[in-house]
Nanobody, 125 residues
Framework: VQLQASGGGAVQAGGSLRLSCAAS????????MGWFRQAPGKEREFVAA????????QFGDSVKGRFTISRDNAKNTAYLQMNNLKPEDTGVYYC???????????????????WGKGTLVTVSS
């Protein structure tokens, strides 16, 4: 499956952005979808994941209560709604897909099976 993230940009602290992840090659119905990010000079960070049917979500501690993840399998697309953005949210955001539902700690450590090219989010203070 090929993934393409979009929707990044520059925003001031407190603002919002919505990222999209469009899939091609295969339908997303059978994949757990996720978002990760990487800030300059830092390691990759798990942001969020959503189950195949969208009935279960997981979030990294730093984004809980501010970010939501959703998916529209009919459109073969997953989304990351980011609210109340902070400068520390700056980074390249990657969407990803995995064959199996796994724990947050697993995703945090090993990532997912498939990765798309990232989209840059810049939050200024």
């Amino acid at each position: 499956v090929q993934l393409q993230a979009s929707g990044g940009g520059a925003v001031q602290a407190g603002g919002s952005l919505r990222l999209s992840c469009a899939a091609s090659g295969r339908t997303l119905d059978n994949y757990v979808m996720g978002w990760f990010r990487q800030a300059p000079g830092k390691e990759r960070e798990f942001v969020a994941a959503i189950s195949t049917r969208g009935d279960s979500t997981q979030f990294g501690d730093s984004v809980k209560g501010r970010f939501t993840i959703s998916r529209d399998n009919a459109k073969n697309t997953a989304y990351l709604q980011m609210n109340n953005l902070k400068p520390e949210d700056t980074g390249v955001y990657y969407c990803a897909a995995d064959h199996k539902p796994r724990s947050e700690s697993y995703f945090r450590t090993y990532g997912m099976d498939y990765w798309g090219k990232g989209t840059l989010v810049t939050v200024s203070s």
